[in-house]
């Protein structure tokens, strides 16, 4: 799963133990009902997708036949289709939207969202923004800033398997004794272009998980740098991936737009107490990632910059170490799925006693 799912599988399970159930509409070509036992997903067919937005005219119905009996409504956004069905559908119920990131590439398409954008934010009762850092460089977070709450991304250690001997003597024969791991979709906004660039003439070993839409491109880049020493290793399973973290020297995060707004697998290497590397983008991911303190920052875009910082951990073992023990620490004081569900439950239940008290006057 990609961080906004992984994300809503946290706090609807989290929020299961704490007595509240969820249930989670998206759209999907796969539109079979998944049970996970804690809470439920329904997928609606998807019939088109427009600037990577699924659209469904059976998410309608089935939108309005949910909503009629639930509590609370929360969205998650970007996702223009559900501002489309939250006034559509005309449900009047306590909302709140966690406002992951503001839309960054497609600008002439945007300029036609916009009113509904502003209408749609401007009905909902509190919008979530995941870092201080975001809601204070985003324009539009700071139109609404009276309703919005900070909650951090959080993480549950306890889903995180210990990997197997046998994981982790593969990984060690494969990737060698040190090496750099980047974990993500491989997407425009990722920087790993810059990560590219930055290694020709390093003997950095750089594995990097994961795939998407600009894989191939990335892989015609290493090999018209003749890079030897990156490992594309495509998308894993759990126990791989954990099997990584645990491994890894330092994970390379070089995201260089704003469509990163936070950053699951920076979360990640803090709880493994590894440190990071990452770039300055005004976004969450400089929440997580403290420059000198959890790790190291540089500017956007700069493969200078990103290759001076991955040589100051490479060749300084101890830095490294400390800069990972900071980043569990902080990890443990302010990102794990605990402190983040409680501050969502405590939301929701917040909303719905006001509503409920609304009604009764």
């Known amino acids: 799963m990609g961080g906004v799912q992984e994300l809503i599988s946290q706090i609807c399970s989290g929020a299961a133990r704490r007595g509240v159930t969820s249930e989670v509409l998206t759209v999907s070509h796969d539109t079979s009902t998944v049970d996970f036992g804690d809470h439920v997903h329904h997928r609606a067919k998807m019939d088109v997708e427009i600037a990577s937005s699924g659209f469904s005219l059976s998410a309608f119905g089935r939108f309005r036949e949910l909503a009629e009996h639930a509590d609370l409504i929360h969205y998650h956004f970007p996702w223009p289709f559900a501002d489309v069905v939250h006034f559509a559908t005309r449900v009047r119920k306590p909302s709140i939207v966690t406002y992951h990131s503001d839309i960054v590439r497609q600008k002439v398409l945007l300029q036609f969202y916009k009113p509904l954008r502003n209408r749609f934010l401007a009905s909902v009762d509190k919008i979530v923004a995941t870092s201080p850092n975001y809601l204070a460089t985003s324009d539009v977070l700071q139109r609404y800033r009276d309703k919005v709450e900070v909650i951090p991304i959080g993480l549950d250690e306890t889903s995180y398997a210990a990997p197997t001997p046998e994981k982790l003597q593969y990984w060690r024969e494969r990737a060698g004794p040190k090496f750099f791991l980047f974990v993500g979709n491989l997407r425009y906004y990722k920087g790993l272009h810059?990560?590219?660039?930055?290694?020709?003439?390093?003997?950095?070993?750089?594995?990097?998980?994961?795939?998407?839409?600009?894989?191939?491109?990335?892989?015609?880049?290493?090999?018209?740098?003749?890079?030897?020493?990156?490992?594309?290793?495509?998308?894993?399973?759990?126990?791989?991936?954990?099997?990584?973290?645990?491994?890894?020297?330092?994970?390379?995060?070089?995201?260089?737009?704003?469509?990163?707004?936070?950053?699951?697998?920076?979360?990640?290497?803090?709880?493994?107490?590894?440190?990071?590397?990452?770039?300055?983008?005004?976004?969450?991911?400089?929440?997580?990632?403290v420059d000198g303190e959890t790790g190291l920052v540089v500017p956007a875009s700069d493969p200078g910059a990103l290759l001076g910082a991955m040589g100051r951990l490479w060749e300084n073992d101890a830095l490294a170490a400390k800069l990972g023990q900071n980043g569990r620490q902080r990890f443990e004081a302010m990102f794990t799925a605990g402190k983040m569900v409680d501050a969502y439950v405590d939301l929701y239940r917040r909303l719905v006693d006001s509503s409920v008290a609304a009604s009764i006057r």
């Open 194 to 289: 810059v990560l590219l660039d930055a290694l020709p003439g390093t003997d950095f070993r750089v594995v990097i998980i994961g795939s998407g839409p600009v894989e191939r491109e990335l892989r015609a880049q290493a090999e018209r740098l003749k890079l030897t020493n990156v490992d594309f290793v495509g998308p894993v399973g759990d126990d791989d991936k954990i099997a990584l973290l645990t491994l890894c020297h330092a994970l390379t995060f070089p995201s260089h737009l704003r469509s990163e707004a936070f950053g699951i697998s920076l979360l990640e290497a803090a709880m493994f107490g590894k440190p990071m590397i990452s770039t300055e983008i005004g976004t969450g991911t400089s929440y997580v990632n």
